[in-house]
């Protein structure tokens, strides 16, 4: 693993998440629940955090599919 990839990590807080996504915290909560959305990781009982990547790589996706619906529907 290089370096790069080390330093490069970042937790955010649901708070973050939310502001990121702008979905509310029960959906992201419960798409998380369905496997529609990046696991969070548990540091605690009671906290979870994301992975800055794993949110920044499913809105990409998201944004990949909105792409292809609108080539398929037009």
């Given at each position: 693993m290089q370096?790069?990839?080390i330093t490069d990590l970042k937790f955010i807080t649901l708070a973050q998440v939310i502001e990121?996504?702008?979905l509310?915290?029960?959906t992201i909560l419960r798409w998380e629940k369905l496997g529609q959305f990046p696991e969070?990781?548990?540091l605690s009982p009671t906290?979870?955090?994301w992975l800055k990547s794993d949110i920044d790589c499913w809105m990409l996706d998201k944004k990949k599919s909105r792409s292809r619906i609108a080539?398929?529907?037009a």
């Open positions: 370096k790069a990839e990121k996504v702008s509310g915290g029960s969070a990781v548990r906290k979870r955090v080539v398929v529907t």
